[in-house]
C-alpha cells in the first residue's frame, strides 16, 4: 500500500459527451492538462458527480482514469470516485481504478442513504 498526501487543491473534473453521448476523450483530456498548469493544483479527481459516472459503464469508468493519468505523467495523483450500491460493487470498481492508475478513491454513499433508508 502507498501512502497518500493530500495537500493543495484537488479539482473534480467534468467530463465532456459527445452528441453520441460517448466521452469525448480529446477535451477531456486538453481539460486535465489545462489543470495540471493551474498554480496550486495538486491532483485531479475524476469520475465524481460533476464527472457523470453513474452516466457511465465501469470500462469507461477506467478509461477516463487511464486518460487522466497518461495526461498528468505522474505530475501528480489522479483520484477517482466511485459510486456503487454493495460493498463488493465499490471494491470491483476500486480495484478498476487501481489498476487503470489512480492513487486514490473517493467512495460516495450508497444512493440509498439520501432516501433515508
Known amino acids: 500500500m502507498r501512502r497518500l498526501s493530500l ?3 484537488l479539482p ?3 467530463l465532456p459527451f459527445r452528441p453520441d453521448f460517448s466521452i469525448d476523450e ?3 483530456c486538453d481539460l486535465v492538462r489545462w489543470l495540471v498548469e493551474v498554480p496550486g493544483v495538486t491532483g485531479i ?3 465524481g458527480v460533476a464527472g457523470e459516472e453513474s452516466a457511465l459503464s465501469p470500462e469507461e469508468q ?3 482514469v487511464s486518460l487522466a493519468v497518461d495526461e498528468v505523467s505522474g505530475r501528480m495523483p489522479v483520484i477517482s470516485g466511485i459510486a456503487a450500491e454493495t460493498a463488493a460493487e465499490a ?3 476500486a480495484q ?3 489498476r487503470a492508475g489512480a492513487a486514490a478513491v473517493l467512495v460516495q454513499a450508497p444512493a440509498l442513504f439520501s432516501r433515508g433508508i
Open 12 to 14: 473534480a473534473t467534468v
Open 7 to 9: 495537500r493543495g487543491v
Open 62 to 64: 477506467a478509461r477516463v
Open 96 to 98: 478498476a481504478a487501481y
Open 45 to 47: 479527481v475524476v469520475n
Open 26 to 28: 480529446t477535451a477531456f
Open 91 to 93: 471494491a470491483r470498481l
